[in-house]
């Protein structure tokens, strides 16, 4: 036997082992708390827009940690010999993520066009690197550029229908990343390469929406990879179309033979009457709107049309474009809409032709407006064809002005057989009487696609009013 055998006693040697085990995992529970405060994951950091070039629009710098969170979080732009603080943010307390906008446009007083750094410094609360954290800094090289676009416009419109399209030429210059023409919340791009023997100059189809006052104001924008801005306001007179007004009266034959079908939801359909036309006219009709809209905003950038479009033939309009319909149920106003586009009557199930040469852009049922055709003529022109009983044609396909697409119906929200048809310009539904008009194709599209000046078009129209004055007499 040991000494120490000897002087320890069983129970003394268990009071030491449980001393013993309590500091261990004294020591192990300490480890567990303590080791995720000495994480060694640096902080994320994002810069958006990705570019090489920095303008006067805001950038956005995202920065994020997912351990101990972030501590402080500090930008600067260098430029030449001077440096200018963008950000400079402390955290009491741990963020996981911070987003930062600099507005350049208020920082860039005094910075010089050329190359510039910007370095974004971002640094954690982890317990790493003798309690100072982890830090990541991010540094890019920039060209600031402060200078917008230019634009010089060629040729435009004196007078634009309201509902209706106007056309214009113009030349922005070399450094413009996007163009085209703002109104209100709509904007409609340029294409280029469109002008014939004038590679510089671009063309865009624009509207003054039906949907918008008469007094919106237009105008050509350029922007460039910095995000400079350069604007021209449009000047035109806007030609007023008068569009009808009407109140139509729902009846329950018609909400139960027509409106509650096009639910998919069968709970829907137990409500009320009312309640089942407005889950139609309001909610269908907008989800199938915004369909539209997202289609006819993907057009091919080039012309596919030719000449003026057609009318179906042997067709009479009996619904016209823009009319603000009223509808009523039981002598009670119910509900608002506007109707966009023709509604053309024919014979029962008459061959649908295509109004004009172009690509086949979507095929399918379109709720409240049935089975639907959508054809590209190219930049961003589109026409529609609803309430099918049969379609010919398949997306991708080619058709030729006059081509049988399908056969009239009264599927979606049809009172009786007859063909909607609707124009639409990158998304907006657009008067479409005037691209049956040869002539105002001739007077506002076709000189400037030749690359006829603004100056040119206005003297050939003048004297095609002289002339038309001469011939009355």
Known sequence: MSAFESRTSPRSYRVVLFLLSIVIVGLLGGAW????????????????????????????????????????????????????????????????????????????????EGPAVLRVSARDRSWWNVFNGNETVLEKKFTIDITPPTLELIADDRYVNFGGVAVIVYKPSADTATSGVRIGDYFFPGYGGQIKDKPDHFIVFFAHPYNLPADAKAALVATDKAGNTREMRLVYELKNVKYRKSTIAIPDSFIQSKVAPLLNDVGARQGSPKEIFLQVNKRLRKENEDRIAAITKKSTPSILWKGAFSQLSNSKVEANFADARTYTYNNETIDNAYHLGYDLSVTRNYPVEAANS??????????????????????????????????????GDPVKQLQIIGKTGETGLAAGDHLHYGVYLHGVAILPVEWWDQKWINDNIQPKLEGHSGEAIARSQESERITARKKRR
Do not use: M
Request: no cysteine; hydrophobic share 40%; aromatic share 6%.
């Open 33 to 112: 708390y303590l080791w995720p405060r000495f994480e060694r994951e640096p902080p994320q950091i994002q810069v958006t827009p990705d570019s090489e070039v920095l303008g006067r629009a805001p950038i956005e710098i995202v920065v994020s940690d997912r351990g101990a969170g972030l501590k402080s979080v500090t930008a600067t732009l260098s430029s030449g010999s001077s440096e200018h603080t963008l950000a400079s943010e402390q955290y009491d307390q741990p963020v996981g993520e911070k987003k930062i906008t600099v507005a350049l446009s208020s920082k860039l007083a005094g910075i010089k």
């Open 358 to 395: 172009g690509a086949v852009a979507f095929v399918g049922d379109l709720g409240i407006y049935g089975n639907t055709v959508i054809l590209d003529h190219g930049l961003g022109l589109f026409t529609l064809y609803s309430h099918l009983s049969s379609i010919d044609v398949k997306v």
